[in-house]
């Protein structure tokens, strides 16, 4: 997805991660972040099941990968430094569970970092721009927590977490070939005409998409609730 890197890497600067430091990337998909952190010193360690897991441990296989879940991570009490989730916590349809679950794993002010977009503040340039505000809500509608990126602060503040800080970044697209699939996966069944739209913006040079995402970092606090 879009600054999909660079949003890995301004994540690594907000956790202030040390050599040595043991670093939880949940939700690890491919690995890209585990061998990111590896690479800067850390005890970096991917959590994720399916067939993901199965492709990061073949790119980086001296990585450490474990399959688990938000909600039963395969790591033991207060031995994690920072933790992070990207791209997670909307598919989540119980995201306190996952924060509980960060508590238990984290030391006594621990760092957490949550990166995720809001679905419902998706923009795309249109002739029908009411149709497609509806096109976009009923695709965030979809999520399990369509809302997720704009509720993270108050998820992390409601916790157990502390010193909730908030970025917004915002990647701009002008380039419809490259969102081309995404716009089929937002259209519904009825849509040929907008996905027409979109297409012939494309052509001509018009076509705009504005896709914010969220990262939002805190402290745990060191009282257990």
Not at 14 to 31: A, F, N, Q, R, S
Request: aromatic content about 6%.
């Amino acid at each position: 997805m879009p600054q999909g890197r660079a949003l890995r890497e301004r994540s690594h600067e907000l956790l202030e991660v040390k050599p040595g430091e043991v670093v939880l990337d949940v939700g690890c998909g491919t690995g890209h972040a585990v061998a990111e952190l590896t690479s800067l010193g850390a005890r970096a360690i991917g959590v994720d099941a399916g067939d993901a897991l199965s492709f990061a441990k073949e790119w980086f296989p001296s990585c450490d990968f474990r399959n688990g879940s938000a909600e039963n991570l395969p790591v033991e009490s207060s031995s994690v430094d920072c933790y992070r989730a990207q791209r997670l916590y909307h598919l989540l349809a119980e995201p306190s569970r996952a924060l509980a679950e960060a508590r238990r794993v984290l030391v006594p002010w621990g760092r957490i970092a949550l990166i995720g977009q809001d679905y419902d503040m998706w923009a795309v340039a249109s002739d029908a721009p009411e149709r497609t505000r509806a096109l976009l809500h009923t695709y965030a509608q979809r999520m399990s927590t369509p809302n997720g990126g704009l509720k993270y602060r108050e998820l992390l503040l409601d916790n157990g977490f502390t010193d909730v800080r908030v970025e917004v970044h915002t990647a701009v697209h002008s380039d419809h070939a490259a969102l081309a699939p995404l716009l089929k996966q937002i259209a519904a069944s009825d849509a040929d005409d907008w996905l027409d739209e979109q297409a012939d913006r494309g052509a001509r040079g018009r076509f705009l998409a504005v896709l914010p995402s969220f990262l939002v970092v805190g402290v745990r606090a060191a009282a257990q609730e």
